[in-house]
């Protein structure tokens, strides 16, 4: 490829105009623009009609110095937003952080990533303060990783900056489960995937989820006998739901990670 650039700036002194390319004629186009040519070499030594447009890089008919004429730019975002607040309070709902473009993708560069991202929360206080969201009948859960976001003070002022209480683990036996936890593949409900019948899962229970006055979290399944098949939803999709059986209760959740919820 050096030779052949050498060559032809050789080419060019002798014969002036001889080297049009797309950095003499200023073009640059995106997708396939067959309107987007000059009178030039080609990479392939041949000398006529070459383009300067993105998809000459898939048809081989790009003028000699497109590369260079034309280099390609990936997509450039910024930092994630922070978190926005649940969508509802005392129930299920959403909550989503956003990024902003700061370079748009040229010339066959990287597309640019997901700009919005969306996980399911739970709010246990309405906006005048009032504790809520402990009614629920069947356990909502989801993965143990957001466990590390979630504050007391921020979920439920009911907690006391003092309380220190370590929370417990409920291990449950997967019984059956809708296939809409398999087809999940956003980043923040892929965890979702990992939910197999069969399997021993473990649920933590730590506050803003476990209940200041009982100290048990909603659908722990913590007065079951065991045979008795309980009900559980993943935040973030409501059609990922299924049952399970109580295992045991434990003081710490021991599972693999990918087996590994807490209660919301």
Same mark, same amino acid.
């Given at each position: 490829m050096r030779t052949l650039w050498l060559a032809l700036c050789a080419l060019a002194r002798l014969w002036p105009g001889t080297l049009a390319g797309c950095a003499e004629a200023g073009r640059c186009c995106p997708g396939r623009d067959t309107a987007c040519f000059v009178r030039g070499w080609r990479l392939d030594r041949v000398y006529g009609t070459c383009f300067c447009d993105q998809a000459c890089r898939l048809t081989g008919d790009c003028c000699f110095d497109y590369a260079r004429a034309c280099p390609a730019r990936p997509c450039i975002v910024g930092e994630w937003s922070p978190w926005s607040g649940c969508a509802d309070q005392c129930k299920p709902a959403a909550r989503v952080r956003r990024r902003q473009v700061r370079q748009e993708p040229r010339n066959g560069g990287a597309p640019c990533p997901p700009l919005e991202e969306r996980a399911g929360c739970l709010d246990y206080s309405t906006p005048q303060g009032q504790g809520c969201g402990h009614s629920f009948v069947p356990a909502f859960i989801t993965t143990s990783a957001f466990n590390k976001e979630r504050t007391r003070q921020a979920a439920s002022p009911r907690w006391s900056a003092d309380t220190e209480d370590t929370g417990y683990c409920m291990e449950f036996? &997967? /019984?059956? @489960? &809708?296939?809409?936890?398999? @087809? /999940?593949? *956003?980043? @923040? &409900? *892929?965890w979702m995937q990992y939910l197999r019948e069969g399997y021993t899962v473990c649920v933590d229970c730590q506050p803003p989820a476990m209940n200041s006055v009982s100290l048990r979290c909603s659908g722990d399944g913590l007065d079951s006998d065991g045979n008795q098949t309980l009900h559980w939803q993943a935040i973030g999709n409501p059609r990922c739901q299924g049952t399970w059986k109580k295992v045991r209760r434990v003081d710490q959740c021991s599972c693999p990670a990918v087996h590994s919820f807490i209660f919301i």
């Open positions: 036996k &997967t /019984e059956s @489960l &809708t296939p809409h936890c398999a @087809l /999940e593949n *956003r980043p @923040l &409900t *892929r």
